[in-house]
């Protein structure tokens, strides 16, 4: 687990106007270990968990957004947790501040349309080999990949695809078209999700 792999995208590196960035919140699962910038969806039980890790990436239904707070109730990544304000209640977890199942747990909503930034996009179908993104990515179609406790873009043919690459950035942050700069980040907008299938998730 890594924080930060997958991130909103506010910019406006392609002259575009981004759609407003919206949060819910949703009970954390039992035995959760996601961290703020990892993909998590609605499970059957209606809890927040991670989005499932599988050989060619989560589908749809399993991609609900990006996680906007630990959720991380065991303590392997995020010891110090979250600052939790439970209404007339709080019930400690394995430290002052980790989460617990139950906890309404903020996520930024992937609704189509809404662009993500990431500095690990693969192409191999694993997500093992990061590569550096270049022009001729712009417009690929990229679905998540998670890989030695990593999340990313990948564009594999296998992979599930969930959105389409918008921009390519450098290491300041400018499109590599205006820079001339090589690309060191990815910004992706949503194309599917869970906000626009009626396939139920897979677990």
């Given at each position: 687990?890594?924080?930060?792999d997958?991130?909103p995208y506010?910019?406006?590196a392609?002259?575009?106007?981004?759609p407003v960035?919206?949060t819910l919140?949703?009970?954390?699962?039992a035995a959760?270990?996601?961290?703020?910038?990892?993909?998590v969806?609605?499970n059957?039980a209606?809890?927040?968990?991670?989005?499932p890790?599988?050989?060619?990436?989560?589908?749809?239904?399993?991609?609900?957004?990006?996680a906007?707070?630990?959720?991380?109730t065991?303590?392997?990544t995020d010891?110090?947790?979250?600052?939790?304000?439970?209404?007339?209640?709080?019930t400690?977890?394995?430290s002052?501040?980790?989460?617990?199942?139950?906890?309404?747990?903020m996520?930024?909503?992937?609704?189509?349309?809404?662009?993500?930034?990431?500095?690990r996009?693969?192409?191999?179908?694993?997500g093992?080999a990061?590569?550096?993104p270049?022009?001729?990515?712009?417009?690929d179609?990229?679905?998540?990949?998670?890989?030695?406790?990593?999340?990313?873009?990948?564009?594999?043919?296998?992979?599930?695809?969930?959105?389409i690459?918008?921009?390519?950035l450098?290491?300041?942050?400018e499109?590599?078209?205006?820079?001339?700069?090589?690309?060191?980040e990815?910004i992706?907008?949503v194309a599917?999700s869970?906000w626009?299938?009626?396939?139920?998730?897979s677990a």
């Open positions: 687990m890594a924080k930060g997958i991130m506010r910019g406006n392609g002259n575009s106007v981004n960035l919206d919140s949703a009970p954390l699962a959760a270990t996601f961290v703020q910038g990892e993909p969806f609605i059957l209606g809890s927040l968990a991670e989005s890790a599988t050989a060619t990436g989560p589908i749809a239904s399993d991609f609900a957004g990006i906007a707070q630990s959720g991380d065991v303590g392997a010891p110090i947790g979250n600052f939790r304000i439970p209404l007339g209640l709080f400690p977890g394995l002052a501040n980790a989460p617990v199942a139950g906890d309404m747990t996520f930024w909503k992937a609704s189509v349309g809404q662009k993500l930034r990431s500095r996009f693969s192409t191999d179908g694993t093992a990061i590569v550096a270049v022009a001729a990515n712009r417009g179609m990229v679905g998540l990949m998670f890989n030695a406790g990593n999340w990313g873009f990948d564009g594999n043919a296998a992979t599930t695809k969930l959105g690459i918008t921009d390519i450098d290491a300041a942050g499109d590599i078209q205006r820079s001339g700069l090589a690309g060191v990815v992706v907008e599917q869970r626009n299938t009626v396939a139920a998730p």
